[in-house]
């Protein structure tokens, strides 16, 4: 099979670059001297090899390893171990992008629905999606409940929780989503189709399944992971487990943050079958930058081996006032999610969700005041 | 329960430390306007409480939050996402320690093994531990079990996978276990029991039971695992279902570099359950400082509501030659593991592993020439 193409940024003088990149394909595949390898084989065949160096500015190089997929296997935790694994604990690299042979791609599969049938279930048409959060934390299913059935009388596409909900004592998964999903089909929604509930799955791999299982008994088809939480491995595995159920991937503690922003959202919670990436968008509560921001958005979405695009969901403080701005930044192939922008409304949390929603559905690109 | 103390650094200018502080609190608990928030037990239980802020250099503060256990609930994959989720995405945030309440400690559990149980399945006394690595990855089942073999003779305590070995089809992971199992066995040890082979789990959680059986059969008593990649939730389920196993830790991917080493590596793991844990020492190919090195060594190996010590492991990239430096820096609880720097002696592999085992057991602290 093709091997992977690697592309490290590696903070280094001019004079060492050749050696450190060296370096870098051996701690990434072999993991040991050359001289002591005896095995001609592993010699052609495992050791990383570099394949160019090139200067982006003054110390800084970008650097392209070819590793073997073999080293790979088939398994998506041994990806990210063969991309980043040591080489993420030294501080001058940066994982910046991979290029996979297409069979790696198909093996994994990428999104199960992505953003055709994310827009289908909500009946957004080719609108841009929309999305809020329930919270704070703390609150009964009964009180997060009532507030999903006023964003939904508002409106809104897709009601997902705080990632901070997991399965704690004063909201347990199983009363959340029996709660949540209930309310959600008595609410109705006045623009389409019932409003989908998106929680949030936490603790080891079979808590997740028990938890997509008691969704599935209330009727919730759609929920959200944190893959650098549980697992690039069973994140997959939850995944092809489930071909009726969407997945939302979370960016929490994906402050990994040498690995590209874009990289590691856009494209590798992507090809494991994140259906909508959660992200900070520019302008918020988070650092990343509109350029960051617009390449992940297209990472997410550009043609890639057949996958389905997954919904680029950009977020973290965001306010209505927004909507025609990131609107026009993004287009409509896009979920927009705002939580605490609209909870700060109180009792006119349906009213302001309705506004947020009439924003987005009456939005006309180009025609900017 | 107690509230969890969590303590950062975040670089920042002291006009707007207060109020930067006073948004982690936020973000990394209810991660939304205080003032759209209604319920009184939630902003009195709930939301995160700046306790302190101090100055440790120009621009540089340590901020101390206390955070509700109850968000934790009893999860260790949300006990890392209420630690650092999104705030691992902040830039000039560093996760530097925690305080947990002593029942969620206990909870956790630490090492069911740990320094002492390790030592006695060696035979090691009171000396300090030997290990080395099985790599490169390409090689068959059988190949590595030969490198296992003369490492045995020449007198290693534990023999480790490289992390970099999986499931692949040149070495699969049970017929690995299988060879180098038998081959330990069949060898014998000159200085003690035989070794011990510490096979590394990769996959998802289902893969990696399914891996622990098969080291069983073969008799393997002790493995490897990289909380990082796997998730924490499934590592701590890995040490709840098998008392009878010992687990080492491997860094890989801690480069979600901005928690501190010290905590993640030798606080973190070990309440996990990790018996042994893997870091780079200082000196070595990668970057960690000894100032960091000796700390992380003392948060393994410190009392800590009657958790059992954790065996620390400094490894990339050692050689024999550093035996004694390493012996008179860290002392003897600890395990000394050595891969690339034996295996380059080819086929003087035993005697030169033999030379390293006598290092450590000869050794005399404060008798250096």
Same mark, same amino acid.
């Given at each position: ?5 690697v592309?490290?940024?590696?903070r ?5 670059i050749?050696e &450190?990149?060296?370096a870098?394909a051996?701690e990434q ?7 002591a390898?005896?095995d ?5 065949d495992?050791?990383g090899?570099v394949?160019?160096?090139?200067q982006k500015?003054?110390g ?7 590793l ?10 041994q990806?990210i171990?063969?991309?980043f694994?040591?080489?993420?604990i030294h501080d001058e690299v ?17 999104? &199960?629905?992505?953003?055709?049938e994310?827009?289908?279930?909500a ?5 841009a ?5 329930l919270?704070p ?15 939904a009388q508002?409106g809104?596409?897709?009601i ?6 997991a ?6 998964f /199983? ?7 209930a309310a959600?089909r /008595?609410a109705g929604r006045?623009n389409?189709?019932?409003? &989908? ?5 936490s ?7 028990? $938890?997509?299982?008691?969704a599935?008994?209330?009727g919730?088809d759609?929920?959200?992971a ?7 491995s ?8 489930h ?14 943050a &040498?690995?590209?922003p ?5 494209k590798?919670?992507r090809?494991?079958?994140?259906d /909508?990436?959660v992200?900070?968008?520019h ?8 350029e960051?921001?617009r390449?992940l958005? $297209? ?5 890639w081996d057949?996958l389905r ?12 006032e927004r ?5 026009d930044?993004?287009g409509?192939d896009?979920?927009l999610?705002i ?5 700060a409304?109180?009792k006119?949390?349906t009213?302001?969700? /309705?506004?947020?929603v009439a ?11």
């Open positions: 099979m093709d091997p992977l193409k592309i490290y940024h590696v280094c003088d001019a004079e060492s050749a &450190r990149a060296g870098i051996v595949s072999v993991e040991m001297p050359l001289a390898i005896d001609a084989t592993v010699l052609s495992i050791v090899k394949e160019a160096i090139e500015a003054p800084l190089f970008e650097v392209r390893i070819a073997a997929t073999a080293t790979v296997g088939r398994d998506a935790g990806l171990n063969m991309l694994g040591n080489t993420s940066t994982l910046q992008d991979v290029e996979l042979p297409s069979d790696l791609v198909k093996h994994f599969g990428g999104p &199960r629905h992505g953003l055709r994310l827009r289908q279930r009946g957004a048409g080719s609108r999606l929309t999305c809020s959060a919270k934390q703390g609150l009964s299913a009964e009180k997060l409940a009532d507030l999903a059935r006023r964003f508002g809104i596409d897709y997902k929780d705080d990632h901070g909900l399965d704690q004592a004063y909201s347990p /199983a009363a959340r989503v029996e709660a949540i999903g959600l /008595a006045p389409g189709p019932p409003a &989908r509930y998106v929680p949030s799955l603790g080891d791999l079979d808590a997740m399944r028990t $938890q997509i299982a008691a599935q008994r209330a919730v759609t929920v959200m944190a893959p650098m939480i549980m697992g690039f069973n994140f997959h595995t939850l995944v092809r487990e071909p009726g159920v969407a997945f939302f991937a979370h960016p929490t503690m994906a402050g990994a &040498r690995i590209a874009p990289l590691l959202i856009g590798l919670f090809l494991l079958g994140a /909508a990436v992200f900070p968008n302008g918020g509560r988070f650092g990343y930058s509109s960051t921001c390449h958005a $297209q990472t997410a979405l550009h043609e057949g695009p997954t919904v680029p969901v950009p977020a973290g403080g965001m306010t209505p909507v025609p701005e990131m609107l930044f993004y409509p896009i979920m999610l939580g605490g922008g609209l909870l409304a109180r006119r949390l009213a302001e969700t /309705a506004a947020f924003a987005v559905e009456n939005y006309r690109y180009g025609l900017k005041p």
